[in-house]
């Protein structure tokens, strides 16, 4: 393992620790980060309105992401996923066609019936707010392709029903609706691919352009009679990279009314892993493009921290050969750099990225807006009761 990996793997460890055991790391003005082994003053450590937020952290999952098997949760996820302060989360659960997707609903379906004290099935806005007021974490079913559909639109309205709420048009390559980030055409939307815009606008369910092609952004946005969602990105003005998305198109987001969440993966700093004032640089050029009123977030991880075992760094290599195999791995999808953020390596990670905008002079109503509000107010707009 190259040198830099051993030192990420330790602090990995040792984040994960503390921040089980409700110690996180302090910052400094500059930027550098440190982990005591003291509970750190709360007005040095928390956004004092973050309890009271709704927070939305708009793609994540209790168990680990991006993990070649998704693992059954543990004392431990359940614990994070309750203790992050995380209202509700949009979790991937389509698989590669109509079954497995019925398959994988089921599946955490019965992981929402088995603990009911942990979490909330989130199909309403008014089921979001009962999610708050239970302490439960929403669940807010989502898929992250639209191959699930095959080539029937009444598949839509089958999977509306069982609780599906966003879809996310394409994954990185080419299918029947169009071109992901990674298809060198860029053909953009098929006809098929506009039938499927209209029919998820006519039943409320959310539009995600988060791993599409350019073209097919720009015609999804065009297409679209509602507000669309790009719920975890980047932006490309900072550090370009096909995963993250250009101004032009954040910025026709933004005047249909929708929300661009910033993902916390490698790609916001191609080449390493970021830290916590990578992922503020992102949010604020996205708050400059698109206002204030359309910028959340959608980390693509777990609320449980990355552990740096071992057993973890088997598995994270594993997962990412196995996506290089399929040719559907992003450029800086390595195996020896961990889809993380160093210093946000917490299940309180929401609060941090808060605390982290009011330090640098944003508005509590302002940061209320990026850690959840924005997306409250997409799904009051777009989801039917």
């Known amino acids: 393992m190259p040198t830099d990996s051993i030192s990420r793997r330790s602090f990995l460890g040792a984040a994960a620790a503390v921040s089980v055991a409700g110690v996180y790391p302090s910052f400094d003005p500059l930027g550098s980060t440190s ?11 928390t956004w004092p309105p973050y309890d009271d937020a709704l927070v939305i952290d708009f793609l994540a999952s209790p168990g680990y992401f991006n993990y070649p098997l998704n693992p059954p949760l543990d004392a431990e996820m359940i614990k994070n996923a309750v203790e992050s302060g995380i209202t509700a989360v949009n979790l991937t659960c389509s698989g590669s066609d109509f079954a497995s997707s019925v398959e994988r609903i089921a599946s955490w379906l019965n992981r929402i019936e088995r603990y ?10 008014a089921d979001l707010h009962t999610a708050k007021e239970s302490g439960r974490l929403g669940i807010v079913l989502g898929f992250q392709d639209s191959t699930p559909f095959e080539r029937d639109l ?9 609780g599906v709420k966003v879809t996310q048009l394409t994954y990185n390559v080419r299918n029947l609706v169009g071109d992901g980030c990674l298809e060198p055409a860029n053909g953009g939307l098929t006809r098929f ?6 029919r998820m606008n006519e039943l409320g369910m959310m539009i995600d352009l988060s791993h599409c092609g350019q073209k097919t952004t720009a015609e999804g946005i065009a297409a679209s009679l509602r507000p669309v969602a790009i719920t975890h990105s980047g932006c490309n003005a900072i550090a370009r990279h096909p995963r993250s998305k250009d101004d032009a198109e954040l910025r026709a987001m933004a005047d249909g009314g929708g929300v661009v969440g910033i993902y916390l993966m490698p790609f916001l700093t191609p080449g ?26 959608g980390s693509d991880l777990s609320t449980t921290p990355i552990d740096g075992s071992d057993e973890y760094w088997s598995r994270h290599r594993e997962f990412v050969a196995g996506r290089i195999e399929r040719g559907v791995a992003a450029p800086n ?6 889809f993380t953020v160093e210093d946000l390596n917490s299940p309180r990670r929401m609060e941090l990225i808060a605390d982290g ?18 997306w409250v107010r997409l799904f009051g707009e777009l989801w039917h009761a």
């Open 272 to 297: 390493r892993v970021p830290l916590r004032a990578d992922v503020l640089d992102h949010i604020e050029h996205a708050i400059q493009v698109c206002g204030e009123d359309h910028v959340g977030i």
């Open 333 to 338: 999808e390595d195996p020896d750099i961990l």
């Open 357 to 374: 905008l009011s330090n640098r002079g944003h508005s509590d109503e302002r940061i209320a807006k990026v850690i959840g509000g924005n």
């Open 35 to 45: 982990v005591s082994g003291n509970v750190l003053p709360e007005a040095a450590r």
């Open 116 to 125: 009911p004290d942990t979490f909330q099935h989130v199909r309403t806005v």
């Open 193 to 198: 691919g506009v039938q499927v815009v209209e």
């Open 154 to 162: 009444a598949n839509i309205e089958t999977f509306l029903h069982l």
